[in-house]
């Protein structure tokens, strides 16, 4: 691994390099049902803060992207999601 990839940048974070802040920082917003979207807000809450802190460790905002499309829709059965991890994102993260 070429030393200019293990850059630190200047922050309370040492763990997390620029080659981290280069892919993108996705931020899944999960709730299983339509009751949990209705009265579950806090926990909707906090799962979209994740983006906030994403930035407070270094990603820029436009390196963070927000997925909900399936918020109250059951994992059960995954042909009735929008969103599929492991396919959304089939070339990869740049």
Do not use: F, M, T
């Given at each position: 691994m070429s030393s200019a990839r293990l850059i630190r940048s200047a922050d309370p974070h040492p763990k997390i390099l620029d080659l981290h802040r280069k892919k993108l920082a996705v931020i899944y917003v999960r709730q299983s049902s339509l009751y949990q979207v209705e009265n579950h807000l806090e926990s909707q809450k906090r799962q979209y803060q994740l983006t906030d802190r994403a930035q407070q460790m270094g990603w820029?905002?436009?390196?963070?992207?927000v997925i909900d499309e399936d918020l109250g829709i059951s994992g059960a059965q995954s042909f009735n999601r929008a969103f599929l991890p492991e396919t959304r994102f089939s070339g990869g993260f740049a």
């Open positions: 820029a905002a436009a390196r963070c992207i």
